[in-house]
């Protein structure tokens, strides 16, 4: 068995320290990207539903789903895979689908991005919320699919997903 010699516990000592340091820089910057979806409790005002439709062409014969994305928003480019899976899931339901690029006046009604919101064929509320949940925004945690095979089995579910934490870009009026 070998031994170490003072330079080598520096050198051992210099690397656990490096380690160390990298390990908790990753897990603050990747905490520093949860952020609450809805922290000004936007999407629990009473109309809030009526003001966010008065922005839309929503058909009242087919269930819809709307996605709002940000162009400039990091966590709307890593969930590109996912919004093209939902877009793909919601379209072979039988859901219309509208992505809506978030302007001035969504910034009324829409607390972060990426954001979704699911119409019945009524023009009724079923669901509104983020796309899912976690760091990356990823397909793993979503809300959205289930709510559509929901909706799809007849089952409107209204949910509302206001208080979670994730990969989100907040909007700010």
């Known amino acids: 068995m070998q031994n170490l010699s003072k330079s080598n516990y520096f050198i051992?000592?210099?690397?656990?320290?490096?380690?160390?340091?990298?390990?908790t820089g990753l897990v603050?910057?990747?905490?520093?990207?949860?952020?609450?979806?809805?922290?000004?409790?936007m999407l629990k005002q009473q109309n809030w539903f009526e003001q966010f439709k008065q922005q839309l062409?929503?058909?009242?014969?087919?269930?819809?789903?709307?996605?709002?994305?940000?162009?400039n928003c990091g966590c709307t480019k890593q969930a590109q895979a996912h919004i093209t899976t939902l877009q793909?899931?919601?379209?072979?339901?039988?859901?219309?689908?509208?992505?809506?690029?978030?302007?001035?006046?969504?910034k009324q009604a829409i607390p972060a991005t990426p954001a979704a919101v699911i119409i019945d064929k009524n023009?009724?509320?079923?669901?509104a919320g983020p796309l899912s949940e976690g760091l990356a925004c990823s397909q793993g945690s979503g809300f959205v699919e289930t709510v559509i095979s929901n909706l799809t089995a007849g089952f409107n579910s209204q949910l509302l997903i206001a208080d979670t934490k994730g990969c989100y870009c907040v909007t700010s009026t």
């Open 12 to 23: 051992v000592g210099v690397v656990a320290a490096w380690f160390i340091l990298v390990v």
């Open 28 to 41: 603050y910057f990747q905490l520093g990207q949860l952020k609450p979806f809805d922290e000004s409790q």
């Open 57 to 71: 062409v929503v058909s009242n014969t087919v269930a819809s789903l709307v996605i709002i994305t940000e162009q």
């Open 88 to 106: 793909a899931f919601a379209k072979s339901k039988g859901l219309a689908v509208q992505e809506l690029q978030l302007t001035q006046q969504l």
């Open 123 to 127: 023009g009724d509320f079923v669901y």
